[in-house]
Each structure stands twice: as structure tokens, then as C-alpha cells.
């Protein structure tokens, strides 16, 4: 319920009965998969999950094993691959040199949903966090990152309504009534927030063309934190003061993956006077494993490997 906060006792148990869900449905080749073309998704969240818990041994190097080889079509895979390995403290240099190869500007990192394709707004935040994470030779403070958060995603940003205002999935100019969604929303703020913190640049100036103009060429930090502040104020809009849950069509519907998203955006951020609402979110979390086999989504190695990632750190040396 809103308001309540789940004690250390709670969390402990729930991660400890997700994680056994996890070490029983690991793949032969070390992988986890549900539904198919999840599976390098699945296996980067998983090793994610595993790292949080500071987990180390054959399910892990398994896992890492089979990530490391597999193929990534999708800018969205590519992106995990990167963040996945990287929290295994494997050399991700090959794999970032192919995720920039797949950007569609030359000059600067926007990405669409595969190699060339028009600007996605949670793709290219993933790709971005993918540098961040695996900034080989300063890859994540150059130029095209700046350009990027300053010219494409900062203007991407809906409208404001009363001083709230999500994000697109597409940024495409040809598209002005793009409603926002969650999902790009959570992955915008969380890299608007931590490139903020990251670098010292106050403004950029942005050229004629870029996606969806201000009205003015140069957008500088206070403009950045404009927008966060707005898309949190929207998010937090997303939350059914019932149970917790977040979701699109709240407070109809709410759903793990959506709660689970904006739960790690929360704690990310850290937004002034929201501790009641990540506590609830993180209640919905815990209430919708499944109590008997410990996982998420009946069975989904995605949303259980997703929830275990932005659990609280373990209290004790599992």
C-alpha cells in the first residue's frame, strides 16, 4: 500500500526466491529466455540482477560466456549486450564500436531501433547509457553524446501541461500529436540526469534541422533540468495511489515491468519529497512474485531478471 515500506526481511526474501527461479531456468549454453528475441535482454538483466546481489560462479560466467558470442541485430539488444558485459567487468570495446556503427547521424549518438533507422528516443538513451557505462577512451563525453542529450533529446520532450511532460518513443518531426509513453520517458530521464551530473557544459547550440526546435538555438543546464523536472512530474502522475503500481494507463492499469522502470528512475534521480512513492512501488514489486516459484510475470525471465536488477542491495553477504 502507499505509504507502507517494505523492511530489509522482505527484500532479502523476495530476492533470494527470485534468484533461485533464475539459477533453475538458466539455459544449457547460459542463457535465460521466455518469450523469443528476449533472450539477450534477458541474460544481460540477468547478469545485472547477479551483480546487484554481488553473486559470483558458474551461473554467472555462463551467462557472461553466452552474451559475450551472441549476435545483436537490434540497437536495444546491442545497448544490453554493453551494459550487461560491462557489469561483469568484461572488455566491451568490440561491442561499442559495432552500436556505433549502427547510429543514424554521423555527428552525433542518436540511434533508431535498428542500424540507420530513424531516432528512437529509449534506444538512443539506452545506446547513450551503453557508452556511459562502457566509456572506452571518453567515448561517453564526446561531442556526439553532448549533441545528442542537448539537440535531440531534450527537444523530444511533449509539450509541458501544467508543468509536466513525458516522452515520445519517436522523435520524428512529421509527428507533432506523438503522445509519451513510460517507457522512453524512464530511459530520458535517467540519462539526462546522470550526463547532467557527469559533465561541467552549461549550454550547446544546436543547428538548424535538429528534431522538434525550442524556438532557440542555444539550450543550456537550466533548460536540462527544466525537463527533468517535468518528466518526473509526469511520471509520477503514472502511479495508482492504491497499490503502488505505475503504468501507462494508470491507475487502470498497472504493470511490473512499468513499476519496475519507474522505480529504478526514482531511486536513480533521487526527486525531492517522493519517498513515499518508490516505497509503494517497490511494495507492488514484491506482492506481485509469484509466491510459489519466486519469479515475476509467471515465469518471465525478462521481467524476473529486470525486478531483481533494481532491488535494494542485499543487506548480508549472500
Known sequence: ELGVCATPTDIDTARNKGLKWLFEHQAGDGSWRSKPGTEIAATASAIQALNTAQLRGQPLARAVSWLANA??????????????????????????????AQ???TDRSVWGTYDHFSTSIPDTALAIAA?????????????GVRYAVYCELIPGQRPAVSE??????SVANASPVMVGSLTPTVY?????????NSTGWSSVT????????????T????????????????????????????????????????????????????????????????????????????????????????????????????
Open 71 to 100: 549476435e545483436a541485430g537490434s540497437v536495444d539488444s546491442r545497448a544490453r549486450q554493453i551494459i550487461g558485459l560491462s557489469a561483469a567487468g568484461v572488455n566491451v570495446i568490440p561491442h561499442i564500436a559495432k552500436l556505433n
Open 103 to 105: 547510429r543514424n547521424r
Open 131 to 143: 557508452l556511459r557505462v562502457g566509456n572506452h577512451a571518453g567515448s561517453y563525453l564526446q561531442n
Open 164 to 169: 509536466k511532460a513525458p516522452w515520445p518513443y
Open 188 to 196: 530520458a530521464l535517467i540519462e539526462l540526469h546522470l550526463f547532467k
Open 206 to 217: 544546436c543547428s538548424v534541422g535538429d528534431q522538434i526546435p525550442f524556438g532557440t538555438a
Open 219 to 318: 539550450i543550456g543546464s537550466a533548460q536540462v533540468q527544466t525537463a527533468i523536472d517535468r518528466g518526473v512530474g509526469w511520471l509520477l502522475d503514472r502511479q495508482n495511489a492504491t497499490n503502488g503500481g505505475f503504468g501507462d494507463e494508470a491507475p487502470t492499469t498497472v504493470t511490473v515491468l512499468e513499476t519496475a522502470l519507474a522505480y529504478l528512475a526514482l531511486n536513480t534521480l533521487q526527486p525531492a519529497n517522493t519517498t513515499t512513492q518508490r516505497d509503494s512501488a517497490l511494495n507492488f514489486l514484491l506482492q506481485q512474485q509469484n509466491a510459489i516459484d519466486g519469479s515475476w510475470g509467471n515465469g518471465d525471465a525478462l521481467l524476473t531478471a529486470l525486478v531483481l536488477g533494481v532491488l535494494p542491495p542485499p543487506t548480508t553477504t549472500l
